[in-house]
């Protein structure tokens, strides 16, 4: 599946943040937001946390914030 990912600089986290979206055949959008880890751990992360929205497009479940703990 096709993803888009937004960096940021999140004050509820108060450190450097990625939105990682993905959408549905409706075009619902699914999300998660991650607080971004050093570089040798991102992908590790990123990968699951994809993985985590894939499922619960897969799922059927509401679209909206997927959360994610790391």
């Known amino acids: 599946m096709r993803y888009q990912e937004f960096r940021y600089w999140s ?10 979206s993905m959408w549905d055949q409706h075009g619902r959008e699914f999300f ?4 971004t880890p050093d570089s040798r751990g991102y992908r590790k992360i990123r990968r699951k946390t994809l993985d985590l929205i894939a499922d619960a497009i897969e799922g059927g479940l509401e679209p909206g914030e997927i ?4």
């Open 11 to 20: 004050p509820l986290i108060g450190d450097h943040a990625v939105r990682l």
């Open 32 to 35: 998660a937001i991650i607080q």
């Open 67 to 70: 959360a994610f703990d790391g």
